[in-house]
């Protein structure tokens, strides 16, 4: 069977069609969505990029499809639940500008959750077409974890739902290979997909068994339930030097409703933190600099305020301050909770795992519960060399029986699908329709083949294109020959009209501004942001207008996100 590339599911993509793009994990789902709103971006139109849960929205930049939809935690929803959440006017703003909604990691979301979001999207555009007629792009394998209820059983497949149907899916299922660099190895995790897996796959996988006392503290630890991951964390805690610093989760409100906060943050309501300790970041903070999902080890504590200062895998210092999770009815805050947006992260469970990418992991497989949970493990890391086995269940290898069966239809879909666009690109009509969907989506054209005179590019088109490609606002305006206040400005107009987001601002601008982000931000509460000059005098002229600018556009955008 013909097997479809990445460059032949990013054509398919750019024709606006529904589409539904799977493939084994590592076979660059994430690297082709990647390109596809680089695409995107390029002519001007900015998808709404989300993701089932909150680590795997980090994997993509995005929010969780529950945030963005304003379905929250809702597990059904009545028509009341659908006119409250309609008439909310910021997920109302962001759903009627979105042409194009990628919700990636979909074998995590229930088939009642995409219900509600093809609901209230219908109901706030006014179309009564599947997602209110905008692009919907599914991305992620059913292989791997399956949607569960708050009660712990496996909910209803997204693609067992109605919107699912009624969306018609092209699939797009990739099969070259770019996370696992071992032949031998993938040959086993395809005998978990295919059924095929028996006790000699299972022996070669058990020879990597190990006590795991000699194992490296760096290497990750991935274990099936928290309380083995506690145990890990707190072991390694208690073996660092120096003083534990405390921090307590505060709370406001009922204790009814507070509770249901805290069993909800991935933060404890007590953090005891050492100098030396991995750590997570639990929540996302463009502002501070991290999303949820960051990881970092703790370089020391803040003289005075306590707050500690970590050190990410990329080398960023950052200092870490509490933030709140609220619980809102009626656009009221009911309760809050306050902690640090931290945890300690020697040991993660393998739901936390899902979409990363290991050298080397020690993995506990002898407890899994969950269909596809040993397999999502497993497949973390890229050889078999780099798997150190803590322990072995035969659940370990089981797969979802409706899954094993979808699986041969998809791949027959997706082969249909090369052969429908080889034709249509042989025929010259695939360019076309590329064109036509840009024109559609309101996007910018570039030279086309059919003669058509493209829309003149404008300024800030040409520095959203060198941010787009990754360059440091200062190296812009040496390219462009413009000043870093001009380039400013532009990175301020494109963030105010949603076509930059603040991950990628925070990417481009000097360290020692983000850091700083927060002094900033208190003294915009104080002094206000109409005018620079009363907080670059309050600030002693430290930072320069041009830096005080950047900051001012952070902060406006946080408090539209508030």
């Known amino acids: 069977m013909k097997c479809m590339t990445q460059s032949e599911a990013l054509d398919i993509l750019k024709t606006g069609a529904n589409v539904f793009l799977t493939g084994e994990p590592g076979s660059g789902k994430t690297h082709t969505l990647t390109a596809y709103v680089a695409w995107l971006r390029s002519h001007g139109i900015e998808p709404a990029i989300t993701a089932s849960t909150g680590i795997a929205a980090t994997h993509v930049g995005g929010m969780t499809i529950h945030s963005w939809s304003g379905i929250g935690i809702l597990e059904r929803m009545d028509a009341e639940d659908l006119d409250r959440i309609a008439s909310k006017e910021h997920v109302a703003k962001r759903i009627m500008k979105t042409k194009v909604l990628i919700i990636d990691e979909i074998s995590m979301l229930s088939g009642a959750a995409l219900t509600m979001i093809d609901r209230v999207a219908k109901e706030v555009r006014g179309d009564t077409r599947a997602f209110g007629g905008m692009q919907v792009v599914f991305s992620g394998d059913f292989f791997q974890l399956p949607p569960i209820t708050r009660g712990g059983a496996v909910a209803e497949f997204a693609f067992a739902s109605r919107a699912w149907r009624d969306a018609v899916p092209l699939v797009c299922y990739l099969t070259e290979q770019h996370r696992q660099d071992d032949p031998h190895f993938l040959s086993l995790l395809a005998a978990i997909r295919d059924g095929s897996f028996d006790h000699t796959h299972a022996s070669e996988i058990l020879s990597r068994e190990s006590d795991g006392e000699e194992l490296d503290t760096e290497v990750p630890r991935l274990f099936t339930h928290n309380t083995d991951v506690d145990r890990i964390n707190n072991d390694h805690l208690a073996k660092l030097p120096g003083a534990s610093h405390v921090f307590t989760m505060q709370d406001t409100g009922p204790s009814v409703l507070t509770e249901a906060l805290k069993r909800g943050c991935l933060s404890p309501e007590r953090l005891v933190l050492k100098e030396g300790a991995i750590v ?240 900033i931000h208190e003294v915009f509460e104080t002094v206000g942001v109409e005018k620079l000059a009363p907080a670059h005098a309050k600030l002693r002229a430290k930072f320069t207008y041009d830096e005080l600018k950047l900051a001012r556009i952070l902060y406006v955008k946080e408090a539209e996100v508030q």
């Open 280 to 519: 997570m970041c639990t929540k996302n903070n463009p502002i501070g600099g991290y999303v949820n999902g960051t990881l970092g080890k703790v370089i020391g504590f803040v003289r005075g305020s306590g707050e500690p200062i970590i050190e990410t895998h990329e080398g960023k210092e950052l200092i870490i301050t509490p933030l709140e999770w609220a619980l809102e009815e009626s656009g009221k805050i009911r309760a809050k909770v306050s902690q640090l947006p931290l945890r300690l992260a020697w040991a993660i469970t393998i739901h936390k795992s899902q979409g990363m990418s290991m050298d080397a992991a020690a993995m506990d497989l002898s407890r899994t519960f969950e269909f596809g949970q040993g397999y999502v493990a497993l497949s973390r890391v890229r050889s078999l060399s780099g798997l150190t086995l803590l322990g072995w269940s035969e659940q370990a290898s089981m797969v979802h029986p409706e899954v094993a069966r979808l699986d041969e239809r998809l791949r027959e879909e997706s082969m249909a699908a090369i052969e429908a666009f080889e034709t249509l690109r042989e025929e010259g009509d695939l360019k076309t329709m590329h064109l036509n969907f840009i024109r559609a989506s309101g996007g910018v054209l570039e030279a086309s083949e059919d003669g058509e005179r493209p829309m003149k590019r404008t300024t800030y088109d040409e520095t959203l294109s060198l941010i787009m490609e990754g360059m440091p606002l200062i190296d812009i305006a040496k390219e462009r020959k413009l000043t870093i206040g001009t380039i400013a400005d532009h990175a301020e107009k494109l963030i105010l009209k949603d076509r930059l987001d603040v991950p990628m601002l925070l990417s481009l601008i000097p360290a020692r501004l983000i850091t700083a982000l927060p002094d």
